[in-house]
Structure formats: C-alpha cells, structure tokens
DNA sequence: GAAATCCTGAGGTACGTAAATCAAAATTTG
DNA sequence: CAAATTTTGATTTACGTACCTCAGGATTTC
C-alpha cells in the first residue's frame, strides 16, 4: 500500500497539519520536528498523490501559447493542434489560451510575453524570434519563476526551460547528407553538381541553422556539390515561385533543390511549371497537404518534417512537470526529425 | 465552472444517488428517470472527472506486458523500457507486471495468455507472434474483455484493440527505396547491382513484411538491383557473421546490403574483416549501441528504428485508454519510422 | 515572572466521485 | 385494496491531499 500523509504522521509522531505544514512548506514548524517529519517521509518513501492534491487544490493549470499569425500550412497546422489541446484541455485539467501576434516581430512578441507576464501563468509556450529583448522579456518571466517552454523556434543560452523542437543544424545536415547521396550518380557529371537554396528569411533563426547544417555537410563530404546563393522568397508563395522559376532559367545546370523555409507551395508550382524534363532533385521541409502531394507525385523527394502535434503534447507535458517541480523525461521530449519518402508516407 | 454530479442532480431534479446510479449503469432507475438524467448530463456536457473517480475507487490499472526473452539489442531495450515504465508506475496509478516468455515459441505464448487471462489485469501487452493458438488465445481474452494490445509484432484481424509498433511493409518499402537512390550512380554500373538480404527467421512476420516492401520497390522501381536469395541468420551473431562473410566471398559484386532483423553484430563484425576496399551500401534496422557505432564509422549507411520507449508509453497510454472506455488519439500513437543517417543521430 | 511570540495538535471542510445503507415513496401484482 | 415489489431520496463514508481555525502548550523576550 501506498504511504498517506497518514502513516508520516503516525511514523513521525506529529498530527496531520504538522506533517502538511512541512510538505507544503508553510512556517510555523521548529526545525527538529521538520526533521522527524523529513525522516519519515524518506524512510517511507512517501509520494505525493498530484491526482488528490490537485483535486483538493481543485487546481487547473493555466498555460498560454503565443504563436506567431503566419500563413503558412505548418503554423496554420501548429495553430491547430494547440486548438486540439485546448479542446481535450478540460479533461486534462489545463486551461490554454492561444495569444497571436504579428510573425517576425520582436517587438510584438516582446509585448506579448509582458502581457502574459502580468497574468502569472502556469507556464508559457512561445515559437521564439532570437532577438536580445525577447532573451531580457524571458529572462524576467523567468526571475518571476513562469515555467517556459519555446516552440518549433528555440531561444538558446537563455533561462526558457526547454525547447519543443527539432535541432535544425542536424536537420540542415540530413538534407545535405541525402542530396550529397541522391545526387552523386545519375545527377552528376565530373565537373560536379549545382544546388539551389530556398529558404524564408536568413533573419530567423532555424533556417539560418538548417543552412549552416547544410552547407556544412556537403562543403565535407561533397566537395563538388556546388550551392548557389540563398533564395529568400520570405516564406510566400507567390516570391517563392517567382524567385526559383527565375534560378532555373537562369541556371540551366540546378541538379537539386533544398527548401529550407515554408514557401513550399511556390517552389512547387515552380516546379511544375518548369515541366518534366527540368526534374531537379528536391529535399523540402514540412509535410503539408502540398508537399504530401509532390511527395507522392514525384515532384519532391524527400520531405524532412517535424511533427507539431508532438511539439504541442511534448510542450503541455513539460510545462506541467515543471510547474510541479517534477523531472522531464528527456526520451519521451526529444522531438526528432521524421524523414518522409514516398515509400513511408503516414 | 466544469459541471459535477451535483448539477446534474439539480438539473434533473433526481437525487444524487439516483445520478450515480445512471452513470455508473447501476440497476434500480426506470427509464423516464434515466431519461432525464441522460437529458441533464448532455445539456450540461458533463464528463466524469477521472481523477477524482479513480481516487474514489482507489484505482490502480493492473497491466501485464508479456516479453520474449530474446537476447537481441532491441528486445534488452524494450525489456529495459517496461521496466522503466514499472519504475514510474506507482505515480501514474499503473501496475505493471513483466512476464517472460522463451522467443519464437507459440505455445509459451499462448500459456502465458492463458495465465494472464485468470489474473483479469486491466489490460495486456504482448509481442504477438502470428499464429492460429495464438489468434484463438486471444479471442479468449477479447471475449473476456480485457484490453489488449500487440507490441512490436502484430496479430493483423485478431480481437487486439490496438498494434503499438511501426508498419514493417513501410519500413521494407523505405529501406528499398534508400537502396535504389543510393545505389543508383557510383556503385551501379550499366549490368546493375547485387544486394544482399540477412534476415532474422523468415517465420516471424515482421521480417517477411520487410522483405515484401523490399522487394515491391526494388522490383518496380529500381529493376536493374538484382537481390540475392535470404540469409537466415537467426538473430545469431556468430551465425550471421559467417554467413554474410560467406556470402561476400562467393558474390564478388554484392554493393548493397540490407539487414532486416536483428543480427547486426555479426553482419558488423563480417563487414570490418571484410576491409575497407569492399564497403557495400549497409542498411539496417535498430539503432542500437552497435548499430550506431558502425553508422559513425561509416560502416553501416543508415539505419531504420523504431523506437521502443515511445512503443511502450503509448502500450500504456491505449490500454488506460481502453481500460476507461475512451477514445485514443491516433495521430499520437502511431510509431514512426526514424530513419537515421550520421548527420541525425540523437 | 509576566507578556509576547512561536509551535503544535485537534478538528473540520473541501475537491468530485464511488459506493453503501436505509427509509420513504411510487408502482405493480394478486 | 392490501401486499409485494420496484424505484428513489437522503445521508454517510471513503479516497488522499489542501487549507483553515482555534486552542493550548512551549519558548523566547523584556
């Protein structure tokens, strides 16, 4: 049977209310009968039961996202799935409020992060923007001690708990370890292979990383990979599409594509439009409905993906292990990197 | 303000034991009262508060996992994961018994069934192994509604609730493909190329599966990738080091290798005498201690896992699921294929 | 040594549900 | 219509913890 508040009592020889005077650190206990409790609740093993302390507490804990108001098929997927939590949240004993703001803004993000403060949450999720006032806006949700998680977009070095997301640099270096791989044969001649780059904006921090993994790989292990300058079509179709159909025309020789960013529709459009005998190979970020599409047509053949359903669960879990002062279960958080072809398709 | 058992009492105008009564299906209501109860439940859109349920009835789930004493890497894991899962069981109202079964053994299997059956847990997990006592022993269980749950291997159109282990056609179906990109270029010439299958025991499904999704996209996609006969290597180092060692010696042109069991240390062990001047494409499946080392070196090329802590957490999370009458979220428990190169090792 | 402060015990209520008892009311049966 | 039966109400205890009050004992302070 489980050790009760009960048995400590019993054990240590003291009432009730002593024993939950020391548990729940409340004063009034003089240090020799703290210690006669502390003993036997070692000596026991005692746990406390969250179940029935959060019933008595009839506690719901609060937690908010701040999520960016992006347009893209990933966020919109992002902003779903935190939707999915707030709708399980009342059987799970959260109460989740989802905060917009304007995308690739610090400011507003800072803003956001103050607002929230001022509520004392029971912990925060936000997709991060590297910038130095939103370390110092997190840094005091921190000293205010609101557990904080980041999201999809990390905040490193500074004092958020932990980070719900993929390690973009090994994401950056799997899509050059397989281009390397799929190009070096058919796609190759001796002089080498050209490979386009499409990212967002160089300004954010994940695709800066996912480039640096990149280019690392293939400056290594494939020297006469050749990449050209970055494309930044700032994750909108439209500039996207623009952006690549004018590399391919201007570079006859693009044997591979990396897109590292969130224009994906706009790449592929692109793609089709260049036709079938331009059949560049194509790594992509994210699975959505259009990369699924281009995956299975042929048009895309590898799509890295990280999964925003787990990022969001692995995010509520965390944040509320640390508003109980619980461990994390590091296995069970990492968010890994899923490589899609269009033979493992989910 | 979440509705209680008490609201729904004023709300119908019953008594609170009469409520009871209705929710927990308990005799002595007639059905105009039932009917109002239910009426007041839905317009308030109550759902029981688990915890506090649980914490009534002093609930704990008792679940039995039934493991294969396999020697293999991955089933040590997989051991090691339950027993993590013990460990952590006495917060999460779970008690967890291990039962050990000789591998590969219907009968053993179909025993332990029988004697978990007697027990009545709450809910069983088990590497099934596809035969008809075994589909019949678990029709038993079914029939005595006891929640089940197949791990790693499954027992496809048997009374299960629930498969917590990855799609093994997809895996195979991955694994050719990666083959056939990888292959295609320096290692092929005009004649095509040999691959080599090691398999564990063509008699365990998982293996055949891998092999069927193998040979599809090999066959229709890569037709100039000639695959040798199967070595059966049993999941036995010694066994299988001699017989990929012999395999090499007698095909002169093997340039790709694809290890769908568990015989990786002795398919390591024969590649390392084989030297450096004959370095097949190697794919193998799960990652483990030397899996992930031969990937480092260079020796292996990528690696196919699944993995079994996330396998065993969500064997948990169904059969509470299915223990409390609740739906599963499907998105989260579908186990994925990691697919890992050395650039995305965790 | 009295007054003030600090510690501790005893007891209760609450959280939301389960489960039981016993009496009263309603309904059915003969 | 009375007796037997079924249905319902009222009330209680329990699960394990949190949190509150109040009284009285132990210490400290002056």
Redesign the interface.
């Known amino acids: 049977m ?1 050790p009760t508040v009960h048995d400590i009592a019993k054990i240590a020889g003291v009432s009730l209310a002593t024993v939950d005077r020391v548990l729940n650190g409340r004063p009034g206990v003089r240090s020799v009968t703290r210690g006669k409790v502390e003993d036997a609740i070692t000596s026991l093993g005692y ?1 406390r ?4 302390a ?2 008595a507490k009839s506690r719901t804990y609060s937690f908010v996202f701040i999520l960016p108001a992006n347009d893209n098929s990933f966020m919109i997927g992002l902003h779903e799935e935190v939707r999915g939590a707030v709708a399980r949240s ?2 799970e ?1 959260t109460d989740i409020r989802i905060v917009d703001v304007p995308p690739f803004d610090p400011g507003a993000l800072v803003t956001a992060l103050e607002t929230v403060l001022a509520e004392k949450p029971a912990g925060v999720a936000f997709v991060a923007i590297d910038a130095p006032e939103v370390r110092a806006a997190a840094r005091r949700l921190s000293e205010a001690g609101i557990p904080m998680v980041t999201l999809v977009s990390d905040l490193p070095d500074s004092s958020r708990d932990h980070y719900a997301g993929i ?1 973009n640099i ?2 950056g ?2 899509a ?3 281009m390397g ?2 190009l ?3 796609l ?1 001649d001796e002089r080498g292979a050209t490979v386009a780059v499409l990212a967002g904006s160089m300004l954010v921090r994940d695709h800066r990383e996912r480039l640096e ?1 990149f280019s690392t ?1 293939i400056a290594h292990a494939y020297p006469n990979v050749h990449i050209l300058p970055v494309l930044e079509g700032r994750d909108d179709p439209a500039l996207s599409e623009a952006m690549v159909s004018e590399a391919l025309r201007r570079n006859a020789d693009i044997a591979g594509i990396y897109s590292l960013g969130a224009g994906n529709r706009g790449l592929i459009r692109a793609l089709q439009k260049a036709g079938a005998v331009r059949r560049p190979l194509v790594i992509a970020h994210e699975l959505t409905a259009s990369t699924r599409a281009a995956l299975a047509d042929g048009v895309i053949d590898a799509v890295l993906n990280q999964d925003a ?2 990022e969001v ?1 692995s995010a509520i879990r965390v944040l509320k292990a640390k508003a109980d002062g619980l461990p994390v279960l590091a ?2 958080e ?1 968010i ?4 899609f ?4 398709l ?1």
Do not use: W
Request: proline share 5%.
């Open positions: 489980k746990v039961d969250l179940a029935a959060n019933l009342s059987s004993r390690d090994a994401a270096r799997t050059g370890s397989l791989r799929f070096s044969g058919p190759m993994g790989v359903g787990h669960r296995a069970q990492r890994r990197i899923d490589i072809l269009k033979d493992n989910p």
